[in-house]
């Protein structure tokens, strides 16, 4: 009773009180509960695939949002954990329980080895670089086709589960784990010296800190969970295929990424929750299917127009304002800061949040 | 196989050199990575295509028109799209994204995917060295010439072109010298992409017309760039020469070449950059703040 208790205050003011805590909260939980009273295998597949999307999504803000190293081939991570796991699943009968973790792995040296290799680039430099790799490695498996399946991918893989219910329950489950760890890794000691790195790299490297060493270990966590999201990918649709590591990939993250609000981490996972579904349902109506890329690129862009920061800082501007004198966030609408008491209306506290 | 090497690769360069150059224009400038830019090249194939064959006009008055109404799309891109999120990078990068793929998209529901073919501009071919070179590929080849010739002429020998290039040198001081920056970068966003428009119009006999060959050549576009240094017009030529060649002579000299030639080219970029990170004629800013 105690601890219910104790619960239910820790609730009432910590998370209810901002209400971008309580939506968080209210997707989770809707997430988790929602096949319980809904199971629709056509909607379970379309979320299915946009939390692996997401955890793809989420790992790209950590590398490009908070370190600003913006790669423009992140496909390259998904398409290594996707192959990996295949190719290890297929021909050598390990159980893909296993194998995707191989995948993660794999993904994670592939992510160490474009680390080491874009260490002295930067900026613009550094994403066009980057665009390079998994082209490279289309080349390859191009270039030797029984190995990697050629155009047609790898195909015929096992799936982890059967039923469309536990395949969403793995996807939602492990996206929610690997959001949740980025956030806090973001949020960290960790975060800030990734923030440090973004704003200016030369006086974090005064400051004492070894940006480079920061720097691959980003590199290869952001890697990892993208080759787990593609690994989980492939088994799923039981296929890995050279569409995972296509240009139109790479750029469908950056989209997301800045749709959503980079260096926020929820702010891609958002996008992806808002654009995904949104382009798969334009999909089904016969009319609207051709011409859904079309209109999913002009909504971006008129989003862009008004919200050039992404969505979801701007938001979470119009929801929650910062204490003008000790920066907590409130909800917009009251009068006096939650912790301090300062006044949050008048022309004093419209400064903006840094 | 050594003339068709050469060959080749001088007439892939040629093309290459178009856009790249058009492309570090852009970024020179403005500090916009551009990656509609080849979107514009593949709607200016598609402009010809249909000037060409609907309407019966004559091949060069469709070229030039194909090319003057990409180029003043361009520029209306720009001013409804790009510059209202100027301050932003990160949303100039995507919004150009975007409009690549609204692009894309247009062409593919109004002519479909199918591959489209235009016929010869210019038939019969000329023997150079004992290697038969169609005129179709010899006009792209004194197209991109002529065209380089008047990018240097405009850059070097007009007012404008001093303009551009002091705005590509310092924006704030160029600004505060007098000069309208916002236009400037207008005028280089037109020539860059008009450069990229004659590509596709002289290109578009030779290959074939699809709503996604833009992407190809962006990829090549973005190594070469890099490999000659951003924003750096010598180094943009020089680069076109070192992949269109490499291209060539990974199809023409390697199994499976074709496939390659891609991850050859980039892997050329990579090793490039490693040696040199600001590419081959870049200069290396000392941490732009």
Redesign the interface.
Same mark, same amino acid.
Do not use: C, N, T, W
């Given at each position: 009773m105690y601890w219910l208790r104790r619960a239910w205050a820790e609730l009432r003011d910590e998370v209810f009180v901002l209400p971008s805590r309580t939506l968080a909260l209210v997707w989770a939980l809707g997430l988790l509960l929602l096949p319980l009273v809904y199971d629709d295998p056509y909607v379970l597949r379309i979320l299915t695939m946009t939390c692996l999307f997401a955890i793809f999504a989420a790992s790209w803000d950590l590398l490009a949002g908070y370190t600003g190293q913006?790669n423009f081939g992140h496909a390259l991570f998904f398409g290594a954990g996707a192959y990996t796991s295949a190719l290890l699943s297929l021909r050598l009968g390990i159980t893909p329980w296993i194998t995707i973790w191989a995948g993660a792995a794999v993904a994670l040296l592939f992510g160490y080895l474009a680390g080491y290799?874009c260490l002295?680039?930067?900026?613009?430099?550094l994403?066009?670089?980057t665009?390079?790799?998994p082209?490279?490695a289309?080349?390859?498996l191009?270039?030797f086709p029984e190995f990697s399946g050629g155009e047609l991918g790898i195909s015929g893989l096992r799936r982890l589960a059967n039923g469309p219910t536990p395949n969403y329950y793995i996807a939602a489950v492990s996206m929610l784990a690997i959001v949740l760890g980025l956030w806090q890794l973001a949020d960290s000691r960790f975060g800030i010296v990734l923030h440090a790195i973004r704003d200016? #790299? *030369?006086a974090a490297r005064a400051s004492g800190i070894n940006t480079l060493r920061y720097k691959l270990a980003v590199f290869a966590l952001s890697a990892a969970a993208a080759g787990f999201s593609g690994a989980l990918f492939a088994h799923y649709l039981r296929v890995a295929g050279p569409s995972t590591l296509e *240009?139109a990939l790479s750029?469908q993250v950056?989209?997301w990424g800045?749709?959503g609000g *980079?260096a926020t981490i929820y702010g891609p996972v958002v996008a992806v929750f808002i654009l995904y579904p949104l382009t798969e349902w334009l999909g089904s109506f016969r009319s609207f299917g #051709?011409?859904r890329?079309?209109i999913?690129?002009?909504i *971006?862009?008129l989003v862009?127009?008004f919200m050039?920061?992404g969505l979801t800082p701007w938001l979470r501007d119009k929801l929650e304002t910062a204490c003008p004198r000790c920066k907590q966030r409130n909800r917009a609408w009251r009068s006096v800061c939650r912790l301090c008491g300062a006044p949050l209306s008048g022309a004093d506290a419209k400064i903006k949040p840094a | 196989m050594l003339q068709d090497i050469l060959v080749t690769g001088l007439v892939n360069s040629g093309v290459y050199a178009l856009l790249a150059i058009g492309f570090s224009l852009i970024?020179g400038v403005a500090r916009i990575?551009n990656?509609a830019h080849t979107a514009f090249y593949m709607l200016a194939a598609y402009c010809f295509y249909a000037l060409l064959t609907k309407t019966g006009l004559g091949f060069a008055l469709s070229g030039v028109i194909a090319v003057a109404a990409v180029t003043a799309l361009s520029v209306v891109c720009y001013r409804l799209?790009i510059e209202?999120?100027r301050?932003?990078e990160?949303?100039v990068?995507? $919004?150009t994204?975007?409009?690549a793929?609204?692009f894309? !998209?247009?062409m593919?529901?109004s002519f479909g995917g199918n591959y489209l073919g235009i016929p010869s501009t210019l038939e019969g071919v000329v023997r150079v060295l004992g290697v038969s070179i169609p005129y179709q590929r010899l006009l792209i080849l004194v197209v991109a010439a002529v065209m380089l010739a008047a990018t240097w002429f405009f850059l070097y020998r007009t007012r404008l072109g001093l303009a551009i290039r002091a705005t590509a040198n310092d924006l704030e001081v160029a600004n505060l010298m007098g000069m309208n920056v916002h236009r400037v970068a207008m005028a280089s966003v037109a020539a860059s992409v008009a450069l990229a428009a004659v590509a596709g119009v002289v290109v578009a006999p030779v290959f074939v017309v699809d709503p996604f060959m833009w992407?190809a050549p962006?990829?090549t576009m973005? $190594?070469i760039?890099?490999l000659g240094g951003?924003g750096s017009l010598k180094g943009s030529l020089i680069g076109a020469l070192i992949i269109g060649y490499v291209e060539a002579i990974t199809v023409f000299a390697l199994p499976?070449g074709a496939?390659?030639?891609?991850?050859?080219a980039?892997?050329i970029?990579?090793a490039v950059?490693?040696v040199r990170? !600001?590419?081959l004629f870049g200069v290396a800013f000392e941490?732009?703040?």
């Open positions: 913006v290799l002295r680039l930067r900026g613009s430099y994403s066009l670089a665009l390079a790799f082209l490279i289309l080349g390859l191009f270039a200016d #790299e *030369v *240009v750029f950056v989209i800045i749709f *980079v #051709e011409l890329l079309l999913f690129a002009v *971006v862009l862009l127009l050039p920061r | 970024f990575v990656i799209v209202p999120v301050e932003h990160s949303a990068l995507i $919004a994204i975007a409009l793929l609204i894309q !998209e247009l593919l529901y992407l962006l990829v973005l $190594a760039v890099v951003l499976g496939y390659l030639k891609g991850a050859v980039l892997g970029m990579v950059l490693l990170p !600001e590419g941490e732009e703040r």
